[in-house]
């Protein structure tokens, strides 16, 4: 069975983007089922795939495994360079990936990724310029200076920090010139803009984003 990755609408779904670029990136064949976020219907299609009621969710022949995080996980036991290949630098890609995983909460709530917004800054609030800034100082931290990305080639960790990129360009958010320059790199991803240009063409409404 080819496995199918049920996300969010384009425009809006963070946690649906980053396996998306995950799977696309390491060439794993799947299918895609969007489903659309905010409507009537959105809670009731999201149980029936998993009691979690959240995208995305990988439907595969075993099992259906939701979140981000797990899907990534899935997919690089197949395609291992989806992590850095050295195990010290693998571990801080991790360690990266699971502060977005779990944190910047303000961010995340202040800052909604909408691809279809109009880009301007935003009043926010004092935590969430410091979730700003910690993401500057933990790129700065862990950054190889090897190629664009934060551990030289692509990795999961590029992924997670994606949606971010989205939205420090939507809020036009001052940044330090090299986290501005990898924002820019995100963004310019080839993969990331197939996925940027069908959200443009979403016409679904999202009355609770
Ligand atoms: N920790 C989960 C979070 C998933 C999540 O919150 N997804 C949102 C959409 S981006 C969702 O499905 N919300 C349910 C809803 O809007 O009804 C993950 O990493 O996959």
């Given at each position: 069975?080819?496995?199918?990755?049920?996300?969010?609408?384009?425009?809006?779904?963070?946690?649906?983007?980053?396996?998306?670029?995950?799977?696309?990136?390491?060439?794993?064949?799947?299918?895609?089922?969007?489903?659309?976020?905010?409507?009537?219907?959105?809670?009731?299609?999201?149980?029936?795939?998993?009691?979690?009621?959240?995208?995305?969710?990988?439907?595969?022949?075993?099992?259906?495994?939701?979140?981000?995080?797990?899907?990534?996980?899935?997919?690089?036991?197949?395609?291992?360079?989806?992590?850095?290949?050295?195990?010290?630098?693998?571990?801080?890609?991790?360690?990266?990936?699971?502060?977005?995983?779990?944190?910047?909460?303000?961010?995340?709530?202040?800052?909604?990724?909408?691809?279809?917004?109009?880009?301007?800054?935003?009043?926010?609030?004092?935590?969430?310029?410091?979730?700003?800034?910690?993401?500057?100082?933990?790129?700065?931290?862990?950054?190889?200076?090897?190629?664009?990305?934060?551990?030289?080639?692509?990795?999961?960790?590029?992924?997670?920090?994606?949606?971010?990129?989205?939205?420090?360009?939507?809020?036009?958010?001052?940044?330090?010139?090299?986290?501005?320059?990898?924002?820019?790199?995100?963004?310019?991803?080839?993969?990331?803009?197939?996925?940027?240009?069908?959200?443009?063409?979403?016409?679904?409404?999202?009355?609770?984003h």
């Amino acid at each position: 069975m080819t496995p199918i990755l049920h996300i969010g609408n384009k425009r809006l779904s963070t946690w649906s983007l980053r396996p998306w670029l995950a799977l696309k990136k390491a060439n794993i064949a799947f299918q895609e089922n969007i489903i659309p976020l905010d409507q009537e219907d959105t809670r009731d299609t999201l149980l029936a795939l998993s009691p979690a009621a959240t995208v995305p969710v990988l439907e595969t022949a075993g099992r259906n495994i939701w979140d981000s995080l797990a899907i990534c996980e899935w997919a690089a036991e197949q395609v291992p360079s989806l992590w850095p290949e050295d195990p010290a630098l693998r571990a801080t890609a991790r360690s990266i990936t699971a502060s977005m995983h779990s944190g910047f909460s303000a961010l995340r709530n202040e800052l909604g990724m909408d691809l279809k917004r109009e880009k301007a800054a935003k009043d926010m609030s004092v935590a969430c310029w410091r979730d700003i800034e910690t993401i500057q100082a933990l790129w700065a931290h862990v950054k190889t200076g090897e190629g664009d990305f934060l551990f030289g080639d692509w990795s999961i960790a590029d992924a997670f920090f994606t949606p971010v990129a989205t939205r420090f360009d939507t809020y036009q958010v001052p940044l330090s010139t090299d986290a501005a320059a990898y924002v820019e790199t995100l963004l310019s991803d080839p993969v990331y803009k197939d996925w940027h240009t069908a959200a443009l063409e979403e016409t679904w409404d999202a009355p609770f984003h």
